[in-house]
């Protein structure tokens, strides 16, 4: 089993940054691949990025490429978001998500084990 601990959200206003922390413990004898999901309200699960298990590639959702970095700690047991130029519409919780292989990352139901999640709003 895996276990996973989102911290680091918060409020901030439009412009600014946040880094949400992903604490991984459990079976972190693997690498897994990890995702960042985020669901605002009344809106379905959307996936924000991605990093694979070695940290050598990562993938990011259009609407976030350029302001949102996926990294992973020096002990690979920690992945990181940084949030840059944060904007209203970032506003959601956020879910970091983990899977065995690096495909398919961009689907949420193809994530194995999951967070609690972590509310980020954005003021205008």
């Known amino acids: 089993q895996v276990q996973l601990v989102e911290s680091g959200g918060g409020l901030v206003q439009a412009g600014g940054s946040l880094r949400l922390s992903c604490a991984v413990s459990g079976r972190t004898n693997s690498r897994y691949a990890m995702g960042w999901f985020r669901q605002a309200p009344g809106k379905e699960r959307e996936f924000v990025g991605a990093i694979s298990g070695s940290g050598g590639r990562t993938d990011y959702a259009d609407s976030v490429k350029g302001r949102f970095t996926i990294s992973r700690g020096n002990a690979k047991n920690t992945v990181y978001l940084q949030m840059n130029s944060l904007k209203p519409e970032d506003t959601a919780v956020y879910y970091c998500?983990?899977?065995?292989?690096?495909?398919?990352?961009?689907?949420?139901?193809?994530?194995?084990?999951w967070g609690q999640g972590t509310q980020v709003t954005v003021s205008s």
């Open positions: 998500a983990a899977k065995m292989v690096y495909v398919a990352i961009q689907y949420w139901d193809n994530y194995e084990y």
